[in-house]
């Protein structure tokens, strides 16, 4: 008999992440085994041997894979228990498949129909360099800093190449399910063994294409969002992130980890390189690259000729911009109506959805809020009723006031929703979608990502989902109905986003020889992340926001724990905030930074009441310290928060 330590894919006890069974074959590390708990069987994995122990101890029930996951699957698991203080059994949730246990009946894969013409890619001087430099460095993470639309993607494929060469795979992170098939693409044009993975595929879907990455007797290339990290292949040789400053390659749910950081861990594990690709890099990332002689590769203009867009900024607070119409200034209608006339396409980016942010009473003030989360309710004309984008409570549109019964309702601010139904009054024979979180699932920037390509969709209306990435040969026009929304946040991060959601817009054109306008809204055109993002200066926006980080004290000069209670009353969340706030002081050393508590940015979610605690401190492990001394009940923690308002 021989004696086996399984950890569950469930938690059993708090203190022990693994469990003792016995199995009269011999068994490999790595294997996924069924293993009975209690009464009810479970998934597990193999993670050692061990000695018979003292006690009598159940046998394996069924081996479900012969083919072990890789050792270095393994060690990332147990880094990010301990990086990310999360029980083994939460960390392989997120790592392995749902449904391993089920049989799948074996179905051929459909071929990725490719939407975009082969591009013949002939390296210039810069990619060259690039290439040559993060090769000839050592194995570890490299910066690929390059300019949109400076062939980021034909770096990526030619370091692949070079690794498949080798025998090693490669895997290819990709922010959003929706630039996946412009990624699929252009890798599809160059490499046959490609195993896509993400989250709009079905249970079987997501498992097959795990088995495949298991079972794969060929150098593979997996594509996907940051779980395609945990695609078991045997042998990696490159992992790339591409659009690495994107906000989403960090979890929200436990473990929260970031998938930049636990790809360097991975690519430790195989020898391996990292490439973080992006054209404007998070401060964290720029930062970190600096420390190291030679870890970032520069690709400082377009790959192709092209002529620079027009940049046209536009005052808000002048009404003399806006004779048409009430938020569409007068320049960008112009725009759209010659886009339409040459039958090119145009991109106008808002990052809010909906149609309207505040619903009020003009007579007495009466403002249209959520009971149970105490923010403003969102109109949705489209099906003219009120939703609150925390809880998803909905609510009718009252047709008068329900405090002084007055008629006087009216709708203000800007959403994705209403924009789009403005643009069909202003242009009724346009091809007109858009593109965000309210968007039906046969809608997304993913399935219609050929009809994007081909300029079949004349305006495309969005949020940041359609700001990132996308390259599409029929663009003529970006328009940003309000750059500098995001500026008022109460977040250390918030010039950040708003740059880099700036530069991204922009460079959706001027990749080509045609002549390309950009439309710029803002109630301060001259504030310095605006002109920093519209000229992409990154240069200019680091050194504003690194010496800002560095007076506030914010990373990269610290790591960050954000921990956030949640309770029935604001009594009683206020009172443990406190007691938790004195115990952490009592406890933590002085160099420990405790800001609040303070109510949550979203103070009110769903008839409960939040509070917070940001603690700051330029050692990991006093905040690991600091979670020690948490509650387990109804208090969360969040390590390295990418953001303090969620």
Known sequence: MHYYEVIPNRIIRANQASLTYASKETLATGQIVRIEVGKKILNGIITSTTTKPTYDVKEIVA?????????????????LSEYYATPLATVLQTMLPRGLEKTRRSKASSAHSVARKRTNFVLNTDQKRAIKQIESSESGTSLLHGVTGSGKTAVYIELVKNQLSRGKSAIVLVPEISLTSQLIDEFSHHFTHIIVTHSAQTEAERHTAWLAALHAAEPTVVIGPRSALFMPLASIGIIIVDESHEPSYKQEQSPRYHAARAAHVLARQHGARVILGSATPSVLDYYLARQSPNRIAVLPKPAQAATKPDVKLIDMTKRSNFHSHRFLSDSLIREIEQNLASNKQTLLFHNRRGSTAVTLCENCGWQA???????????????????????GLTSQVPTSCPECNHTAIIHKGIGTKLIESELRKL???????????????????????QDLYNGEIQIIVGTQVIAKGLDLPHLRTVGVVQADAGLSLPDYSSTERTFQLLAQVVGRVGRSHHQTTVVVQSYQPNHPIVTAGLSQNYEAFYARTIAERRKSHFPPFCYVLKLTCTYKTEAAAVRNAQQLAAILRNHLPNEVEILGPTPSFYERVRDTYRWQLVLKSPRREHLLEAIKHTPPTYWQFVLDPVSLLS
């Open 63 to 79: 081996v479900l894979d012969d083919t072990p996951v890789p050792n270095a699957h393994l060690q990332l698991a147990f880094w």
């Open 369 to 391: 809020g959520c009971p149970r989360c105490y923010v403003p309710l969102t109109l949705h004309a489209d099906y003219h009723q009120l939703r609150c984008h925390i809880c």
């Open 427 to 449: 242009f009724p024979k346009a091809t007109i979608a858009r593109f965000d979180g309210d968007t039906h699932a046969n809608d997304t920037v993913h399935s219609r990502y």
